[in-house]
């Protein structure tokens, strides 16, 4: 079989999860190192905590252990997790950013963005000039998940805070990525990451397509071979495939 | 390498649609010599005759050689056609999808089943259908039955080993829960691979515990490409912790004893 020979260049992954299991992320940084990636942008795994909705004392202490992976790897660069319904959200937003060093917010499935409770969340987001990464599903017939956000609840935060940087979650996590896409191709403060589990042919061109290459952006979402083969093998420029793998994310940080 | 699955033609359910010498030039870049193809315009027609008809004819030159699987309605079909497709020189058969409307237990089914297994291979292909598009009411009623599956093959194996002694069977694009499930009913001879989305996107060890359900031996590298990026199974089991030898085995010995295919 054909030997595995794959740099990618010092890549970003804008989207990817920790777990308690220290045997699985130190599993994910050897891949990474071994593929090329030199940042991985990580927030603690919804599926770790015990709800959708976990209580403030669980969600501090998640973003804990992600500072002490981030001062473990050099690679980790820590999201802080937040649950816009605990009364501390925005003071756990502050404090990570501003006294952890994180570099961005992700919010889950505990309410969708389009609510005005995420408001004060953004703007500690929108102050700090960090990103917002939001889990986002993109089902044409949604019916379980009623917190959870859709291409519709993007264009809404979009909207509001227009300079806000908001990264809308794996387009190709399943659902109708074709949809997906063409709901925020007018709003330029929002970009897309190829995270998830999702090998479709040509998500990748049809986001550079709709989009630009300038708001596609690499991410894993912990499933690396699958996020790999996709920007690997996506019928695109290299310029683009560099924007997305790299220059991109490093735009959004201000470091480019 | 050889790819035990791929497609060319066109997706009905999105823009998607590649010809067959383009899709086997990809291939080859990736380092097939081999790839096993069939249309994915006749997987969507009731009767896919006139499709794999056409197809027959496409002979394209290219660095990766191409051998063809007819695209087989089991509830549609006779036996004379099913020779019919052999002398055009198919090497096997895939079933189409199951919302086609037939029942793999009926008893023409299973008839038709073993008139092309002894005429080549038989893939049985989950649900290609992109159900994430679909409404879960709708979704859910167009997957194979694990039990009826596993009697299917039992009757299938049991007729056909007695008869011609091969049973050359390959499920594709099967989830992992499926595949895991369908071992402890069913624990014969298969092939398996590894195309489903849930397998190849999945951050655990998939293959591995693959390996261990159906061996080293039964497992082969179907990329599904045009469907999918076709990257993203030779990663998958690039990364696996498995033995190189098997590694080398899944990417080209097994598919080659499946389809008769000499490397």
Redesign the interface.
Known sequence: ????V?NLGGAVDVHTHCYPDMG?NEEMIR?SRMLGIEQLWVSYHPYAMTGFKPPSEEVWKANEFVYELSRKFKEVKGFVYVNPLNHDAVKMTEFFIKERGFIGVKLYRAVRVSRRIVDPIIEVAVENNVPILVHTAH???P?SRPNESEPEDIRSLALRFPKAKIIMAHITG???W?YAVSRVRDLLNVYVDIG???????SVEEAVRVLGDDRVLFATD?????A???I???NISEESRIKILKLNAMRILGEQ | MIDALCMSGTYPFRYLSMSTEAVASKLALEGFRHCVMFNLTALFHRDPWWANVEFAKEDPSVNCTIHKLAVFNPDYEDKLRIREYSKMGYVGFITSPIYHGYRIMRRSVISNLIEALSNGAVVILNLLEDLRQMHRAYSFRYRIMLGELNDALMTLKTTVKRESGEFRVLLSHFPYNDLVNLRSLYNGDIYVDFASSQVLGAPYSHIEELVKLYGASRLVLSTGFIMKYPKSSILKLQLSKIQDKDKEAISSINAGGLYGIRT
Do not use: C, H
Not at chain 1, 1 to 4: A, D, I
Not at chain 1, 196 to 202: E, F, I, L
Not at chain 1, 222 to 226: E, G, P, W
């Open positions: 079989m054909v030997k595995l794959i699985f891949l089902r044409l017939y019916t399943g659902g109708d074709e998830g589990s999702v090998a479709d042919y040509g912990t499933l690396i071979s699958a790999v083969a996709r690997m093998s996506a």
